[in-house]
T-cell receptor, first 113, second 110 residues
Framework: DAGVTQSPTHLIKTRGQQVTLRCSPK?????VSWYQQALGQGPQFIFQ???????QRGNFPDRFSGHQFPNYSSELNVNALLLGDSALYLC????????????FGQGTRLTVV | GQNIDQPTEMTATEGAIVQINCTYQ??????LFWYQQHAGEAPTFLSY????GLEEKGRFSSFLSRSKGYSYLLLKELQMKDSASYLC???????????FGGGTRLMVKP
């Protein structure tokens, strides 16, 4: 039973570029949440997708957008990258929108230079 | 708004007991979670408390007092592999999202 998988594991981008990160939820899960974790800090909630719609959003600018596909996998897109976007991006999956234990992927380490 | 505080760093000795505290102020409360995160790895679930009291699971226990906005994670018989960051997270009124504290980096020394 595969857990939450994210790709790529590491990525280096230049300021102003765009990036797409991908997440496949744990088998049987239908809800995907994205978090940003800066070095030495706790994760910060970006948004959550359920039934292919954004259900909840944290305090992040519109440069951060996402999508969920019919197979429940999800993408996180970040436009006009800033140096401050350098972080570990975590995907968490769960079943349904009522909060249950979330399982995290290993994350994508994004470095913006 | 939501605010979660926990110590930045703690050091303990192998075989000892350590308590990591977490205080929170949130809009509503749907549960408090503790996660363990080793450097460069994903957070892994440790415990979930929604009612007051102590939840014990092997060497790890978690306590919650909703009236005080307070929780702690207790680690017994510390092992070197317990060196990691411990994240306290609360699910508030906005049900689905977790608000995390900054994490407590625990170093276990021989």
């Amino acid at each position: 039973d595969a857990g939450v998988t994210q790709s790529p594991t590491h990525l280096i981008k230049t300021r102003g570029q765009q990036v797409t990160l991908r997440c496949s939820p744990k088998s049987g899960h239908d809800t995907v949440s994205w978090y940003q974790q800066a070095l030495g800090q706790g994760p910060q909630f970006i948004f959550q997708y359920y039934e292919e719609e954004e259900r909840q959003r944290g305090n992040f600018p519109d440069r951060f957008s996402g999508h969920q596909f019919p197979n429940y996998s999800s993408e996180l897109n970040v436009n006009a990258l800033l140096l401050g976007d350098s972080a570990l991006y975590l995907c968490a999956s769960s079943l349904g929108t009522g909060f249950k234990k979330a399982f995290f992927g290993q994350g994508t380490r994004l470095t913006v230079v | 708004g939501q605010n979660i505080d926990q110590p930045t760093e703690m050091t303990a000795t192998e075989g000892a007991i350590v308590q990591i505290n977490c205080t929170y102020q949130t809009s509503g409360f749907n549960g408090l979670f503790w996660y363990q995160q080793h450097a460069g790895e994903a957070p892994t679930f440790l415990s979930y408390n929604v009612l007051d009291g102590l939840e014990e699971k092997g060497r790890f226990s978690s306590f919650l007092s909703r009236s005080k906005g307070y929780s702690y994670l207790l680690l017994k018989e510390l092992q070197m592999k317990d060196s990691a960051s411990y994240l306290c997270a609360v699910s508030g009124n906005a049900g689905n999202m977790l608000t995390f504290g900054g994490g407590t980096r625990l170093m276990v020394k021989p």
